[in-house]
């Protein structure tokens, strides 16, 4: 299950009705029985990373109320929790922040290439 709704207010309760103060603008089970279900894979498992991506339009995010309530219902959870960001297109990934190894790597690189830059300038 996942949903998204749009309310009037950041401390909305009393989930699904929100006592008429949000309403849903995405609903993952869209089928004729009001249940789709959808196979995914994790394919970057653990903390500190994406899950899944889903695309959900731009356009939907209309109109005057301005939080957005995501509710979400998975089956078969290892363990853990899921995580949720936003991207800025529908075609590419969420952009994720380097882990510290990283910045070292980068850093040991950018050492080097000075180092090599040196010896050649002597």
Known sequence: MFQIFLGNAGDLTNYPTFNGDATKIFDLDIGADGDSSVLMQDRNP????????????????????EYVYLYSKFTGAQGGFEEFATGE??????????????????????GAMALLRRRKAS
């Open 89 to 110: 297109s529908e075609n590419q990934p969420p952009t994720s922040v380097p882990e510290p190894e990283t910045w070292v790597g980068m850093g040991l690189v950018a």
């Open 46 to 65: 653990g903390s500190g990373r994406y899950d899944y991506l889903i695309s959900v339009a731009d356009s939907l995010f209309q109109g005057s109320n």
